[in-house]
């Protein structure tokens, strides 16, 4: 299985974003480098509006992903409730 | 009663499938003349799924967010004087190569995808390319406008768009995308919005803005990652287009994969300037070129290729050249701009001792056998007062318009040259890759404007190069050029910094 990753800017509301991806996915690698963070992980992986709006203690519309996004591998699907990437071979 | 709130998934067909009419009374073939031409088959547009489903109120919505957070980063770069803080006055090289040989090519991409976001007959297809269009443009807006700073302090960035169409290696990128966008619709699409965005501008602007950061230059990180940011839709978009093509028609396959082939070469030779940069340009590294291409072609490209291998695609011609390629390019291309350092619009320079033991421990197989020496022997020329320029000007590649600079890969001591006769003209080539795309389209590619041969019939003024330079170039020929040793650029750094 090859792997998704996702790279998100360093900044405040990337935090949360990435402590949700991290609940949402738990055996997903963090990698922080200058100015990004990227999250990879094997097949798939998931971001979940309830718990990125339990961490930031607000409304977030999964959309909102797009303003702190840097690039992504891997096949999206988007709805209102959740983000997926995955690999489907 | 309040309005209910649409779901993605319904705002998505209302916003965009919902804006498409049918040909009542006009020939629907005439509407969308570019479609046919070139062998594929749609058979369904409804087929077309777009998995970001971002419609056009969403889509100013969240731009006009990361426009105000860019902006706000400008203002602050520029009122805090925030050129003094990159890591030393070379790092601002890079910056001159990217504003002259990439934003422009921000500008084409807005315009071929504004050509191709008209010219699909489907909507899904042509809304999401007209929202790339548009983010195309605002690329190459915030580029300049970042830039701006830059030109207020240091030489060698007033004429970037004049250079763009003019000088020799930015020939490279320039023509890169003109064959895109003199390719059909559907071409195009697998050019730039597959091979290019999916796989290949993470390089650039990823480990290479990442880069950026670590140099200290807040505005070209900010810009870098606010493109980047629409990127992540452009790569999504291109992968998209694939599968779409591949799901449509079995007739489809063999065409695309044509194209892959063809663009993902192209594309790694385009991206050498990419490698060159990272590796050479950079005071302070943050990945080789080597190991950046390790994760965003060799692995995430590999697993792009596994994913798409269920439609009979295989992986790009020639990727185990291209493989041994990464431990090669950065220094042939490096080498060829510090011996052609007169004739480059922006300063070159020999790798401190650091940088080169830095080189050494990055590419252990290749460094200390090949290229060390050349910059060994580089410094004792430079010791002794005789830094080298070359007196020739180089052959070009008829495709890529690369000079000539690469090696065969089993036998690096030994230049890479392969030759094509058609209408009786001999035309050259810097490897198998580019010789079978002028093989396969020789009515296209004998028409390229290759600046050296352009040069020597008369076309760019002269007689000599200095003249070139200076008159058709518009290089401030002394200024913009030569070693970043005595440049003025070095001397006003030294200045605001207090270096003796």
């Known amino acids: 299985m090859s792997k998704v990753y996702i790279a998100l800017q360093d900044n405040d509301e990337s935090r949360y974003i990435v402590e949700a991806i991290e609940e949402s996915n738990p055996d997903s690698t963090v990698i922080h480098q200058p100015a990004m963070i990227r999250i990879e992980r094997e097949g798939r992986l998931v971001i979940e509006r309830a718990v990125v709006e339990e961490k930031m203690g607000r409304d977030w519309d999964v959309q909102e992903l797009h303003i702190n996004l840097i690039t992504l591998g891997g096949n999206v699907d988007e709805d209102d409730d959740q983000f997926v990437l995955e690999w489907k071979q | ?500």
């Not at chain 2, 070469?265 to 991206?271: A, D, M, N, S, Y």
């Open chain 2, 1 to 500: 009663m309040a309005a209910k709130k649409l779901n993605i998934k319904d705002k998505y067909r209302l916003l965009t499938r919902d804006l498409d009419w049918d040909f009542s009374y006009e020939d629907r073939k005439q509407a969308f003349p570019y479609e046919e031409f070139e062998g594929i088959k749609i058979t369904d547009w409804n087929k077309w799924e777009d998995p970001f489903r971002l419609t056009m109120d969403s889509y100013w919505k969240y731009q006009a967010e990361k426009e105000k957070k860019l902006y706000a980063i400008f203002d602050a770069f520029s009122q805090n004087n925030g050129h003094l803080n990159v890591v030393d006055s070379r790092y601002v090289n890079a910056l001159k190569l990217f504003l002259t040989g990439v934003s422009p090519l921000e500008y084409q991409a807005y315009q071929g995808f504004a050509h191709v976001g008209r010219q699909f007959g489907g909507v899904g297809a042509r809304v999401a390319c007209q929202m790339q269009s548009l983010d195309e443009l605002r690329h190459v807006q915030t580029q300049i406008h970042a830039m701006s700073h830059y030109n207020k302090f240091f030489d060698g960035f007033q004429e970037f768009s004049h250079m763009h169409d003019r000088v020799w290696y930015l020939s490279v990128p320039r023509s890169f995308f003109c064959d895109a966008r003199s390719a059909g619709p559907f071409e195009f699409m697998v050019a730039i919005g597959f091979s290019f965005e999916y796989v290949l501008t993470n390089l650039l602007f990823v480990p290479f803005m990442s880069g950026a950061a670590h140099n200290g230059d807040m505005a070209t990180v900010t810009f870098g990652f606010s493109a980047q940011s629409d990127e992540a839709r452009h790569m999504t978009l291109g992968l998209e287009v694939i599968k779409f093509l591949l799901e449509q028609h079995e007739d489809n396959v063999p065409i695309v994969q044509k194209w892959i082939d063809k663009w993902f070469w192209r594309g790694t030779r385009l991206l050498t300037i990419v490698a060159m940069m990272m590796d050479y340009m950079l005071p302070n590294k943050v990945m080789s070129w080597k190991e950046a291409w390790e994760v965003y072609f060799e692995e995430a490209g590999g697993a792009l290729f596994k994913d798409l291998a269920r439609y009979g695609i295989r992986m790009p011609k020639y990727a185990e050249t291209i493989e041994k390629e990464k431990e090669h390019i950065s220094h042939q291309a490096w080498w060829t701009f510090y011996t052609h350092g007169h004739a480059a619009g922006f300063h070159t320079w020999i790798p401190s001792d650091k940088e080169l033991d830095w080189l050494s421990a990055q590419y252990p197989d290749t460094f200390d056998k090949y290229y060390r020496p050349l910059w060994e022997l580089a410094k004792e020329q430079e010791a002794k007062g005789e830094r080298f320029y070359t007196s020739g000007l180089p052959q070009l590649c008829q495709t890529c318009q690369i000079p000539m600079l690469f090696t065969e890969m089993d036998n690096p001591n030994q230049n890479s040259m392969r030759d094509s006769v058609f209408e009786d003209e001999r035309y050259h080539f810097c490897s198998d890759g580019c010789k079978d795309i002028f093989d396969e389209e020789p009515e296209k590619y004998v028409q390229s404007w290759l600046p050296v041969h352009q040069i020597f019939q008369g076309n760019c003024g002269g007689p000599g190069v200095e003249d070139v330079l200076s008159d058709y170039y518009k290089m401030n020929v002394g200024v913009d050029n030569m070693d970043i040793k005595g440049s003025p650029d070095e001397k006003r750094w030294n200045e605001w910094k207090g270096i003796a």
